[in-house]
């Protein structure tokens, strides 16, 4: 079974360009997340799907984040324009629906702001 | 609003040591808790989980026993090795339907 699959792994930009991540969750997962993790911390969730709905984005930055499923399946986190602060590992889970088991992640996609 | 709190790493042992990584939460109701591993280079994985009060999860020599009375679910290992070597993340499913993390916790097992 293929796993969370994110893309890119790595990311370099400067202040105030804009950048998106994408993430292809296992098959037939009704549930996408969106996790930041800044160096020393733990995952922060920004943004929560269920099938193409939006379940919790409380804690994302709206003024300057923004996400979408696309037809339920694929996802994408746009940073624009990028910050220093956002330099962090952008992390993509999913899980099936219904009773809850466990959410399975992606690698990341490191993001570097300078 | 619900959290969890790890103990501060990192944490350095020696091979074949006894590992405890205390881990509580605050939460209402009966949240489901897990421990998540990250090895080097890698993305998050379950280690274990548990999902009601006084179940034991299990894994790979590590458990973990869901205290409802002190809210916690402290990690524990009889005997490390160095290929323990990782970041673990405590973790719980509240009933509002998030996952939320721990600050994580670095463990270094040397020869």
């Known amino acids: 079974e293929a796993g969370v699959a994110q893309s890119p792994r790595y990311k370099i930009i400067e202040k105030r360009q804009s950048v998106a991540f994408w993430c292809n969750p296992i098959?037939?997962?009704?549930?996408l997340y969106w996790y930041q993790q800044i160096l020393g911390q733990g995952p922060k969730l920004l943004i929560q799907?269920?099938?193409?709905?939006?379940?919790?984005d409380s804690q994302l930055p709206k003024d300057r984040f923004s996400a979408e499923r696309l037809k339920g399946v694929d996802s994408t986190l746009k940073i624009q324009p990028a910050k220093l602060e956002d330099s962090a590992v952008y992390l993509c889970?999913?899980?099936?629906?219904?009773?809850?088991?466990?959410?399975?992640f992606g690698q990341g996609t490191r993001l570097t702001v300078v | 609003g619900d959290s969890v709190t790890q103990m501060e790493g990192p944490v350095t042992l020696s091979e074949e040591a006894f590992l405890t990584i205390n881990c509580t939460y605050t939460?209402?109701?009966?949240?489901?808790l897990f421990w998540y591993v990250q090895y080097p280079g890698e993305g998050l994985q379950l280690l274990l989980k548990?999902?009601?009060?006084?179940d034991k999860g299990s894994n790979k020599g590590f458990e973990a026993t869901y205290r409802k009375e002190t809210t916690s679910f402290h990690l524990e290992k009889g005997s490390v090795q160095v290929s323990d070597s990782a970041v673990y993340f405590c973790?719980?499913?509240?009933?509002?339907?998030?996952?939320?993390f721990g600050q994580g916790t670095e463990l270094s097992v040397k020869p």
């Open positions: 799907f269920q099938n193409n709905g939006v379940v919790d």
């Open positions: 548990a999902t009601k009060a006084d």
């Open positions: 889970a999913s899980s099936p629906q219904g009773v809850y088991t466990e959410a399975f």
């Open positions: 973790a719980i499913y509240n009933q509002g339907g998030k996952l939320i």
């Open positions: 939460a209402t109701g009966y949240p489901s």
């Open positions: 098959s037939g997962h009704a549930t």
